[in-house]
């Protein structure tokens, strides 16, 4: 992070839009067959038959890609490794607008023909499975594999001691316990003759069906317990970009990065904290049709994406 510092107003607002891009095509992917773009009324035949995905931690994905992105755009020696499995669509959207998926996918272009083939085929057949997997560019573990990021982190920085190396961590991921053991790790390998590791938990409050043991402790429990494996704590709300911004240009010893983001925040306010689909039958049901409609131009599509003039604004 050597002489880098936070952007100004005019990334501040890049960042923003990237997030809203993202979290408009992961809930697009999630649910749409047609109709990508909103360009007319949204009907139950745009819909997919099956919803098969999670929407819970996308929106922390597309938040920490979008930050982390900006903060080291020109570091060829940074790399980011995820590891919230059940956020895929997420990722996909962003290594779409990136172009990294169009470099082993020659359909997946910057373009409407691109999203509506990033959209329709996910969770759909002969597609894009609905967790990372191996035709992912840069996946080396599955995507529903929980607990091996931040070693696999630390491993690479033992082999590339000129990285910097950011790593997302769900909060319900590090209760795994290869997830906790690595945290250990950053005072076995020391600081000598390894890359620099910058762990972000992802601190959304719930798993799969339960509020995560790390959401019930309070700031200071869990600031304690991160300075006990070795690291300064260093708490984000992750709906200030400003914020993120300034703490990423902090120059912190170990830094240990809490990421404050509400399960699926964006989504209907009803079913927000869903950790998979929040809206199981908007084909079928009106009122969560209604809902996804709402959802969808909540993102407004429009400022961000023409279909003619492509992306309105540099990506």
């Given at each position: 992070?050597?002489g ?61 890609y ?13 790399s ?20 990294e ?10 373009d ?36 091996y ?23 319900g ?5 290869t ?37 019930r ?11 006990g494996?070795?690291?300064t ?11 993120f ?9 170990s ?13 209907p306010?009803?079913?927000?904290k ?32 023409d ?7 540099d990506?």
């Open positions: 992070m050597s880098m510092e936070a952007v100004g107003t005019d990334e501040i607002e890049k960042i923003k839009k990237r997030i809203r891009l993202c979290d408009y095509l992961t809930v697009a992917q999630l649910y749409l067959k047609d109709n990508f773009l909103l360009e007319r009324d949204l009907e139950p035949d745009d819909i997919k038959p099956r919803l098969l995905g999670h929407w819970g931690t996308c929106h922390g994905i597309n938040i920490a979008a930050n982390l992105k900006a903060y080291f755009h020109d570091d060829p020696n940074f980011f490794i995820l590891g919230p499995g059940h956020g895929f669509p997420a990722l996909q959207a962003n290594l779409f607008i990136d172009g998926l169009l470099k082993v996918d020659n359909k997946a272009t910057l409407k023909e691109g999203i509506k083939y990033i959209c329709k085929n996910f969770s759909w057949p002969d597609g894009f499975p609905s967790h990372a997997s191996p035709i992912t560019p840069g996946v080396i573990t599955e995507g529903g594999e929980l607990g990021a931040l070693a696999n982190a630390y491993g690479v920085s033992l082999g590339h001691p000129e990285k910097t190396i950011a790593v997302l961590i769900g909060d991921e590090l209760e795994a316990a997830a906790i053991a690595s945290l250990n790790l950053e005072r076995l390998l020391g600081s000598n003759g390894r890359g620099k590791i910058l762990p972000i938990l992802h601190l959304n409050g719930y798993k799969i069906s339960a509020p995560s043991i790390y959401a402790k309070s700031e200071r429990e869990l600031n304690e317990m991160i300075r494996f070795g690291f704590p260093v708490n984000i709300d992750g709906e200030n970009v400003e914020e911004q300034t703490e990423l240009a902090k120059k912190y010893a830094p240990f990065y809490i990421l404050h983001s509400e399960k699926g925040f964006g989504g306010n009803r079913y927000h869903s950790h998979q689909i929040p809206l199981k039958e908007p084909g079928a049901n009106k009122e969560q049709m209604e809902l996804l409609i709402g959802w969808l131009k909540s993102y407004h599509i429009s400022e961000l994406f279909k003619e003039k492509g992306f309105l604004y990506i």
